[in-house]
């Protein structure tokens, strides 16, 4: 069965570096997603893609946050200068096509800020 | 805007008893509601979905679902849970963004 992949599983990175979450969504999905899981909270929309273009992005997306698919297979979620705060799993996703399609997650990455 | 809401932290069942997760919820046209349940440290695993039609729906490892439209809700049920039926589970919304919102999710556990 098809699945999203994500790399790293697990990452630790130093206050103010620059982290680079990749994945891999289902191969004839069009529509992408990046959410995160703090620890014991709920799951948080963070953006949405398609057609090569945010659809939508929450407020949890700010400038930190970009998202980028550059070669047509990879999807990549990069937050520039990361804060103690931006420790959370990360989950990638794709649906199909819109509205009652069934989007599915990737097992995520965690990231822990120091 | 749209959004859902599982009233219960918790649910504790022995094994072989029948398991209900509950979830509520709120939008302003026509719902399409997900259920997905997460072992620990690993992802989402999609469960179930409706859509339309039939209102109770039938989904992976045993699970259905009741959307009742007159009590806006989507009750997760299994006749008889097992221990391996542990883990945290999830109702969700999806709207006319395609975004999914969840709920806090509630923590299921099955005793032997």
């Known amino acids: 069965e098809p699945e999203v992949t994500q790399t790293p599983s697990h990452q630790v990175t130093q206050m103010g570096q620059e982290v680079i979450l990749r994945c891999v969504p289902i191969?004839?999905?069009?529509?992408f997603y990046w959410y995160r899981q703090i620890l014991g909270q709920k799951v948080e929309f963070l953006v949405s893609?398609?057609?090569?273009?945010?659809?939508?992005k929450s407020e949890i997306f700010d400038d930190q946050f970009s998202v980028e698919r550059p070669d047509g297979s990879n999807f990549t979620l990069k937050i520039r200068s990361t804060k103690l705060e931006d420790s959370a799993m990360y989950f990638c996703a794709s649906s199909r096509t819109s509205s009652g399609n069934t989007i599915y997650f990737g097992e995520g990455s965690w990231l822990t800020v120091v | 805007a749209q959004s859902v809401a599982q009233p219960e932290d918790q649910v504790n069942v022995a094994e072989g008893n029948p398991l209900t997760v509950k979830c509520t919820y709120s939008?302003?046209?026509?719902?399409?509601l997900f259920w997905y349940v997460q072992y620990p440290n690993r992802g989402l695993q999609f469960l179930l979905k409706?859509?339309?039609?039939?209102?109770l729906v039938k989904g992976s490892y045993g699970f259905e679902a009741e959307f009742n439209k007159s009590q806006t809700s989507f009750h997760l049920k299994k006749p008889s849970a097992l221990v391996s039926d542990s883990a945290l589970y999830f109702c969700?919304?999806?709207?006319?963004?395609?975004?999914?919102?969840f709920g806090a999710g509630t923590t299921v556990t099955v005793r032997a």
């Open positions: 191969s004839n999905h069009l529509y």
């Open positions: 969700a919304v999806r709207d006319d963004d395609y975004k999914l919102s």
């Open positions: 939008v302003s046209g026509n719902p399409y």
């Open positions: 893609f398609y057609n090569n273009e945010i659809s939508e």
């Open positions: 409706y859509i339309t039609g039939d209102n």
